[in-house]
């Protein structure tokens, strides 16, 4: 399949029967074999309940159009069925791991970072603002229940404008401008969200780690929901529960992004059969996941997946016994010596796969600071340039990472298509003589005894880091920058608190400076919101109460000031008013490179390593990867549902 690029008034269909998803000037991707239904395969997991007929036979559990997925390439050849899949996890609350690493959504991001059809069989964009989501026919629930437009019918009127379930109203994404979609539906399935103005956020919104869910298992839920099920009935149901009203029971029982009720229908791979509490959760494939590979083998390969629960500090030595087929969650970089060398004795490999952080590690200047002095100081681009060259990089990657991390600046990562090498490396020198001089034309060459900076009120240049205290690499590397600091007369005291009130003390602007992680996503493409680049969110800690004016639409916080936070804030609002794809590159672009300029996060190090602990018999796991909540979830976007075991005989 090719390209196309149109005009932003004309039409662009996003095919998957072509393979496609072009939304306004998007690339497509490639088009795997579509197999003759006859050539459909079963999973043998199902033919007991297939022989007895209490299960459909495959043809007719699949979609008219299912999506075929090419198994191919370096590190994945086609597997078979078979075998249970071992994870660890430290909380209950870990299932949402599963919703994760399956990465079912509406739209995905393929290999290119660009959207793809998944669940939808298409997309039909005009203009930027009409979207029209074509469902595959016959497509079904893991209980066999229909998918189809009313469950986004159900989701829309019943769920996000019902005052008793969604006070706040539709999410954001819902929202152009403020304004909601019109919603139709057009057919069992075709659905049209229509707005006034572009919302370049929609299509994005239901591709992330954490989507935005727009449809609901509507056959299963309306027995919980007042406007359907009969009174007597859902108040017995409340009662039995325990809950405050049919609102308190709808929303314990319709959580799709944390599957904690086994009776929920679900359309990823695999569905929990576990009630809370356990200590060990199961889930079990889903007999009508819709995809398949080219030979026509229904997708998920392994037939179970189980996820026990421990306390999360032991999960290092479970993984090290050999207790997990894949892992990584709980796993950090200083286990790497300990896990290699027990993979000699043991039945894994440990693989080394690059964080997508902007930033592992960043300084955060809070240029909303209640001290008018240390505020001054910290919306001074002179300062924090001095700041970033007056560390040395280099040898914080050698003495912490080994030289395998990569000295950079809180920005793109160069597998995304927004790299720019020049934005990694600007102010990220260590040069210590550029560092004073910097700080001289602030004003503060005067010193005390102790060499350290003076304030233009007399007080030492000398304040507190503070950090969540969540792993030891992140003490380590301030040790070393204090040391850096303390060469060009700045004294540092880093200091940990719990995470709840390190957040608190930044808000309100007790905070002169924090440590913390940079961008969430590094692997940025034009058609993902740059909300990590602008004020927009009091979870900001260089700009937390700007941030939060943004994020309230003016009803708390303070309007951003600086001249070069208030373009990031009209770049920001014109990418959510863009049409094109040219546009909203252009506008990225220019959002990084003033990012950059101004530092208003100083980056130390980006590309860290992520230890990566895989069965032998396990295949179809990339021995390279990127690792990240956004965009992909972490392994999903590798697809799990095509891992499998070479021997599945010997998983219990």
Not at 91 to 114: A, F, P
Not at 167 to 195: C, H, I, M, N
Not at 369 to 386: E, S
Not at 560 to 587: D, G
């Amino acid at each position: 399949m090719t390209s196309r690029r149109q005009h932003p008034t004309r039409r662009t269909a996003l095919l998957l029967g072509a393979g496609a998803l072009a939304a306004q000037g998007l690339p497509r991707g490639a088009l795997a074999r579509e197999p003759n239904p006859m050539d459909f395969i079963d999973s043998p997991f199902w033919a007991e309940k297939v022989a007895a007929g209490t299960l459909p036979v495959i043809a007719l559990r699949l979609p008219e159009e299912p999506r075929v997925i090419e198994v191919s390439g370096p590190d994945r050849i086609p597997g078979r069925h078979g075998g249970t899949m071992r994870m660890l996890m430290g909380d209950q609350r870990d299932i949402r791991m599963m919703t994760l690493y399956g990465y079912t959504r509406l739209l995905v991001y393929d290999d290119n970072l660009e959207l793809a059809p998944d669940i939808l069989e298409a997309v039909d964009v005009k203009d930027g603002r009409i979207f029209t989501l074509k469902l595959r026919q016959g497509h079904r629930w893991s209980d066999g229940s229909p998918f189809t437009t009313e469950d986004f019918r159900y989701w829309w009127e019943d769920f996000a404008n019902n005052r008793r379930l969604s006070p706040g109203g539709p999410p954001q994404a819902l929202l152009a401008g403020g304004e909601k979609p019109d919603f139709e539906v057009l057919s069992e399935t075709e659905v049209r969200y229509s707005w006034s103005k572009p919302n370049p956020i929609f299509l994005p919104s239901l591709a992330g780690a954490q989507p935005t869910y727009i449809y609901m298992p509507s056959g299963y839920l309306k027995q919980f929901h007042e406007r359907y099920a009969d009174k007597v009935t859902l108040y017995a149901r409340v009662k039995a529960t325990r809950v405050k009203d049919w609102g308190s029971l709808h929303e314990r029982f319709s959580r799709m992004y944390r599957p904690e009720n086994p009776d929920l229908p679900t359309l990823d791979p695999w569905r929990n059969l576990t009630p809370l509490p356990a200590e060990q959760f199961t889930f079990q494939r889903n007999p009508y996941f819709h995809r398949v590979d080219q030979a026509g083998r229904q997708l998920p390969y392994v037939d179970e997946v189980t996820m026990t629960i421990g306390t999360n500090s032991l999960i290092p030595a479970k993984t090290a016994a050999g207790e997990s087929d894949l892992q990584a969650r709980y796993l950090r970089f200083d286990n790497y010596t300990f896990l290699k060398d027990a993979s000699k004795r043991m039945n894994f490999e440990v693989r080394l796969w690059k964080r997508a952080e902007g930033s592992w590690f960043a300084l955060m200047p809070n240029l909303n600071a209640i001290d008018p002095v240390w505020r001054d100081l910290n919306r001074d681009v002179r300062y924090r340039r001095a700041l970033s060259v007056a560390i040395n990089r280099k040898d914080i990657n050698q003495v912490i990472f080994f030289g395998l991390a990569k000295e950079s600046g809180n920005t793109a990562l160069p597998e995304s298509p927004l790299y720019d090498a020049s934005n990694a490396s600007m102010w990220m020198q260590a040069d210590r003589a550029l560092a004073n001089r910097l700080l001289d034309e602030i004003g503060l060459s005067r010193r005390d005894a102790d060499g350290v900076r003076l304030l233009p009120d007399g007080r030492r240049l000398e304040f507190t880091v503070e950090t969540a205290g969540e792993s030891t690499e992140e003490t380590d590397i301030l040790d070393l920058i204090k040391q850096d600091l303390h060469e060009v007369g700045i004294k540092i005291y880093p200091r940990s608190a719990q995470r709840d009130v390190f957040r608190r003390r930044i808000l309100a602007g007790q905070t002169v400076m924090s440590a913390w992680a940079g961008m969430d996503n590094a692997l940025v493409a034009a058609e993902m919101e740059p909300d990590a680049l602008a004020p927009t969110s009091s979870m900001q800690f260089n700009w937390p109460r700007w941030g939060q004016f943004l994020e309230s639409g003016g009803r708390e916080g303070e309007e951003p000031e600086l001249p070069e936070a208030q373009e990031l804030v009209r770049l920001y609002q014109a990418w959510r008013s863009s049409v094109t794809h040219e546009e909203r590159r252009a506008i990225w672009r220019t959002m990084l490179r003033i990012n950059a300029e101004q530092l208003f996060t100083i980056g130390v190090v980006n590309g860290t390593l992520q230890p990566v602990v895989v069965s032998r018999n396990l295949r179809n796991v990339p021995e390279k990867g990127l690792y990240s909540f956004e965009p992909g979830a972490f392994f999903g976007r590798y697809m799990p549902d095509t891992f499998w075991f070479d021997d599945a005989q010997v998983k219990s």
